[in-house]
C-alpha cells in the first residue's frame, strides 16, 4: 500500500504512471539495501538523509502528521493478534 501511494503521489504530481511505479519500487528497493548493508538502525538512516530544510524532512513530517508511524505500528499488531488467534484453532 506504502508504495502504491507513494506511486500515485508521483503521479499526482504529474510523473508519468510507469516511472512513477519505477521510482517508487527502486526508492524502498535503496532503503532495504542501506538497512541491510549498514545494519543502521533505521532512525539513524533517516537523519542521515535528512538535510535542515530539505525536501525529505518535509514530506516526513507530512507522514507523521499523517500518522504513518501509528498506522504501521497498529497493523502489526493486529496481524499478530489474528495470528495467535488463528494459531490456537
Same mark, same amino acid.
Given at each position: ?10 503521479? +499526482?504530481?504529474?510523473? $508519468?504512471?510507469?516511472? =512513477? $511505479? &519505477? ?8 532503503? *532495504? +539495501?542501506?538497512?541491510?548493508? %549498514?545494519?543502521?538502525?533505521?532512525? +539513524?538512516?533517516? *537523519? ?6 530539505? %525536501?525529505?524532512?518535509? =514530506? !516526513?513530517?507530512? !507522514?507523521? +502528521? ?13 496481524? %499478530?493478534? &489474528? *495470528?495467535?488467534? !488463528?494459531?490456537?484453532?
Amino acid at each position: 500500500m506504502f508504495a502504491e501511494a507513494l506511486a500515485e503521489g508521483a503521479v +499526482k504530481m504529474g510523473m $508519468s504512471g510507469p516511472l =512513477a $511505479s &519505477r521510482i517508487a519500487a527502486q526508492t524502498l528497493l535503496g532503503a *532495504a +539495501k542501506m538497512m541491510l548493508e %549498514t545494519g543502521e538502525h533505521p532512525a +539513524k538512516l533517516r *537523519a542521515d538523509v535528512c538535510t535542515p530544510g530539505g %525536501t525529505t524532512i518535509h =514530506a !516526513l513530517h507530512e !507522514l507523521e +502528521k499523517g500518522g504513518l508511524r501509528a498506522a504501521v505500528m497498529n497493523a502489526v499488531e493486529a496481524g %499478530t493478534i &489474528r *495470528a495467535r488467534e !488463528l494459531g490456537k484453532n
